[in-house]
């Protein structure tokens, strides 16, 4: 029996203010932060000193994934041309409002305005766009038409 269809992972810059920001403002599980050992990492990335900083988050059936790159010693390796996430997460919310006002406080990013949808399997329910703090994009919908 398959239980998730989609498993995303996003590149972060800072593991963890992006773990605040899907723990915090989103509300998914945090389920842990793991480092990986160099030789995993290297063997993942192919970036000799690569280490790989993981946090896994669920919600439902489905997980989601951050990771940050480091080189050896901590040094930053430039992850903005490979990202290895998707080009986008949608992430359906029961409190709508509540989640874009909280969004809206804490200085989140919206790609346009909310609007509602006008066809389809989702016709009347809100949807918005938003970026997390690494300039990702999520979609978020909510449970029920308004």
């Not at 989103?26 to 480092?35: P, T």
């Not at 000799?48 to 994934?65: D, I």
Request: hydrophobic letters at 35%.
């Amino acid at each position: 029996m398959i239980l998730s269809l989609h498993h995303p992972s996003f590149t972060v810059d800072n593991l963890e203010r992006s773990v605040a920001f899907y723990r915090d403002l989103l509300g998914l599980s945090l389920e842990g932060v793991w480092e990986r050992d160099e030789d995993y990492s290297q063997g993942v990335t192919g970036i000799p000193g690569a280490r790989l900083k993981v946090a896994y988050f669920t919600l439902s059936n489905a997980s989601f994934e951050l990771v940050e790159y480091t080189g050896g010693k901590g040094v930053k390796i430039d992850t903005s041309t490979n990202n290895t996430g998707s080009a986008h997460v949608c992430f359906i919310a029961g409190d709508f409002d509540g989640l874009i006002d909280r969004l809206k406080k804490a200085g989140t990013v919206f790609a346009g305005e909310v609007r509602t949808i006008p066809a389809g399997g989702n016709k009347g329910k809100k949807i918005v766009y938003v970026e997390d703090p690494d300039g990702n994009t999520l979609e978020i919908i909510a449970s029920r038409p308004s």
